[in-house]
């Protein structure tokens, strides 16, 4: 059973930076592509960041490109988002999921298997 658990969350202020961590349990991590989604308050969830399950490949929304940057360690089982020059938009619930497809597109909820519970960040202005 795979199980998600998303750490770092908190309050910062605009242009401010967090991490966020997601810490894989179960079998076989290193055949999960991972991604990182958000929901801003009243709005739908968006796809934010991906990263292949060697770490080769990375794909950003236009939103937070030059500006977050996704990592792994497959030795620790976790998924970084490092989250720099933050802004309002960026306030919401960050969620990370697993999937074990071919890499293509990652921006489909709907590919992705296993979801953590999210961690809240919100930037002040």
């Known amino acids: 059973q795979v199980q998600l658990v998303e750490s770092g969350g908190g309050l910062v202020q605009a242009g401010g930076s967090l991490r966020l961590a997601c810490a894989f349990s179960?079998?076989?991590?290193?055949?999960?592509?991972i991604g990182w989604f958000r929901r801003a308050p009243g709005k739908e969830r968006e796809f934010a960041a991906a990263?292949?399950?060697?770490?080769?490949?990375?794909s950003y929304s236009d939103s937070v490109k030059g500006r977050f940057t996704i990592s792994r360690d497959n030795a620790k089982m976790t998924v970084y988002l490092q989250m720099n020059s933050l802004n309002v938009e960026d306030t919401g619930v960050y969620y990370c999921?697993?999937?074990?497809?071919?890499?293509?597109?990652?921006?489909?909820?709907?590919?992705?298997?296993?979801w953590g519970q999210g961690t809240q960040v919100i930037v002040s202005s």
């Open positions: 179960g079998r076989s991590f290193s055949t999960y592509n």
């Open positions: 990263i292949s399950r060697s770490g080769g490949r990375t």
């Open positions: 999921a697993a999937e074990s497809k071919l890499w293509g597109r990652q921006d489909p909820e709907g590919i992705y298997d296993y």
